[in-house]
């Protein structure tokens, strides 16, 4: 049951742009883990910039550095 949750800064997508990320998302997914359409499911999270370090570094990237199958460019 493969859950992909995407935090980013706020982006101005409507319904249309959001399913089509989604749909993007899990035929990769789908192709990678080899699991069904009907098992993906897909979140986006939209952060201010100015709450990232606290909702989204602190607690999700900075200490699972080791975790991260791709890790960021930046630090904070």
């Given at each position: 049951?493969?859950?992909?949750?995407?935090?980013c800064?706020?982006r101005?997508l409507?319904?249309?742009?959001?399913?089509?990320?989604a749909?993007?998302?899990?035929?990769v997914i789908?192709?990678h883990?080899d699991s069904?359409?009907?098992?993906?499911s897909?979140?986006l999270?939209?952060?201010q910039?100015?709450?990232?370090k606290?909702?989204v570094?602190d607690t999700?990237i900075?200490?699972?550095?080791?975790?991260?199958?791709?890790?960021?460019g930046y630090s904070m």
């Open positions: 049951m493969p859950h992909v949750d995407i935090k800064f706020p101005d409507n319904d249309e742009q959001k399913a089509a990320l749909e993007d998302i899990a035929q789908i192709l883990l069904k359409d009907s098992s993906v897909v979140a999270n939209q952060v910039p100015e709450d990232w606290a909702q570094w999700e900075g200490p699972k550095m080791d975790e991260l199958i791709k890790k960021p």
